[in-house]
């Protein structure tokens, strides 16, 4: 049978409820339109998503518990890297890609390489691209000597070049637009810490990376810019435009109408064509599109490409019908870690010691520190815990389970996409995606008893094909390939 659950009613469990990320999300669109934001120009460019994004993730309450700690590059790697890459940039070709890709991309070993799990399949079909690697955290630097695709270059002289020319005197516009809009912020959003200088500072840093970015795309000569996370790389998306680049974003991760790289509004589309944004975004499925579009910005610039990584997992699912073991993957957003340690603990208490169960914690990359789980389960040898950066992947658990669960995650869309069962546990922001239960794709348990007795019923429990290729299109590469080559033609 389908999955069956009861229909959550906006009134009893939503309708009170306001997540700080959709208070954060209204705060933001009603700031931008009252003050005319998107009029403000820096360089041709609406300066407004520059400051947008950070000061969205600061009202965002709940961001202080998702941050990772970064660990930046000491000053001597970065001149070895800058340096390197000068020799490197001198002999390179030009080539039909220029790729921005994140260290944190190289997250699954296959074989003895790491792939980057957004590009590194596709552009294995063409050998014609060009990586620019954002050097942000050294902590993924060893990885990068056992890339299946290694990076040509690094940021690591823009990020050194920035920083001298932000001791030259500050390009004439800036300190008036920093003023202005540090006495709005402080005015209206109440963050006394976005003084002017801290203001003239990310707009000088904007100003300076296009400059720097524009001369590396100029001299590698691409057809097309790909990244992924243009909402947190403003200036290389604003020079790759300023090339006449077409610009293409791939999905990364959970996006949703209230998402602060994406919730614009009608009211930003007169000017479009300022703003530091993609031409095109390559999303996962039909469902993340939809979403999008609920806001009247986004359109046609969104295609449906489905997932190179999903695609590899498709072909790894294990068939557990029947099975007298279970194995149930419990994937964490570092909230409320006590609370659901307790509720599994129960969990455990109620299945009992003849219930043959296997319960594998894959915990958020920002959970560093496993020990609380460790201790929680020590006596039981059915539960496993494993940190974001040990293997197994997610995936690889995913495509083992007979269940999985979560708060709220991106894990319960490709849970469904791989055709296994998703609960959501209810804790903090298990709202967000409580759209899953009334439309027939998720499982909310409130309790663990309501768990135990849905594990009793888990063989009955059918996801249909079409629910996972709603949210991860199949058949990635040639989708993209096709959509890439459109892209071209329209050059």
């Known amino acids: 049978m389908a999955l069956s659950s009861e229909t959550v009613e906006d009134s009893a469990e939503t309708g009170t409820w306001l997540s700080s990320r959709m208070a954060a999300d209204e705060k933001i669109r009603q ?27 600061r009202l965002e309450s709940v961001q202080a518990n998702k941050q990772i700690t970064a660990q930046p590059l000491k000053t001597t790697q970065k001149l070895r890297f800058a340096f390197n890459d000068l020799v490197t940039l001198l002999r390179l070709p030009t080539s039909r890609y220029a790729v921005l890709v994140q260290p944190s991309n190289r997250s699954e070993k296959f074989g003895e390489k790491y792939k980057d799990i957004y590009f590194d399949d596709l552009l294995a079909t063409t050998r014609s691209f060009i990586k620019i690697e954002n050097l942000v955290n050294r902590h993924y630097l060893a990885r990068g000597n056992s890339a299946f695709l290694p990076s040509h270059l690094t940021n690591a002289g823009i990020q050194l070049g920035v920083a001298a020319a932000l001791r030259l005197p500050t390009p004439a516009s800036i300190p008036a637009l920093a003023s202005h809009l540090s006495e709005m912020i402080i005015r209206d959003l109440g963050l006394n810490e976005y003084s002017e200088q801290r203001i003239a500072t990310n ?26 996370t243009a909402y947190s790389n403003h200036a290389m998306v604003a020079a790759a435009k300023e090339l006449q680049l077409p610009v293409v974003e791939f999905q990364h991760g959970l996006i949703d109408r209230f998402h602060n790289g994406y919730s614009y509004t009608q009211a930003a589309l007169k000017f479009k064509q300022h703003l530091p944004l993609p031409d095109t975004i390559f999303l996962y499925g039909q469902y993340w599109a939809n979403e999008l579009t609920m806001r009247g910005f986004w359109g046609k610039d969104l295609v449906a490409v489905g ?18 073991t279970y194995t149930l993957v419990i994937t964490t957003q570092n909230v409320d870690i006590q609370p659901l340690i307790d509720f599994i603990q129960e969990y455990c208490r109620l299945a009992g010691e003849d219930n043959n169960y296997q319960i594998s914690f894959k915990l958020h990359p920002a959970e560093n520190d496993k020990s609380r789980y460790l201790s929680a389960f020590q006596y ?15 995936y690889e658990l995913l495509a083992g389970a007979d269940l999985h669960a979560s708060i709220y995650s991106t894990c319960h869309y490709e849970a469904l996409a791989l055709g ?60 993209m390939l096709q959509a890439l080559s459109d892209i071209d033609r329209a050059i």
């Open 31 to 57: 700031f931008e339109t009252n003050n005319n934001l998107f009029e403000l120009t820096l360089d041709n460019w609406c300066i407004w998503p520059v400051l947008r994004f950070q000061l969205f993730s």
């Open 203 to 228: 707009l000088a840093n904007f100003y300076w990376s296009k400059r720097l970015y524009k001369c590396i795309l100029a001299r590698i000569k691409p057809n097309i810019f790909l990244l992924t």
């Open 307 to 324: 997932s190179l990584r999903m695609d590899h997992y498709r072909q790894k699912v294990s068939t557990r019908k029947g099975s007298a």
């Open 380 to 394: 039981n040898p059915r539960v496993q815990i494993y940190l974001g950066t040990e293997a197994p992947s997610t």
């Open 420 to 479: 296994v069962p998703t609960i959501i546990l209810p804790f903090t922001n298990h709202q967000t995606v409580l759209h899953l239960v009334n439309s027939g794709g998720g499982i909310l348990v409130k309790t663990p008893q309501d768990l135990v007795d849905l594990v009793a019923t888990r063989d009955k429990i059918v996801i249909p094909k079409e629910t996972g290729e709603y949210y991860f299109k199949s058949g990635a590469i040639k989708n």
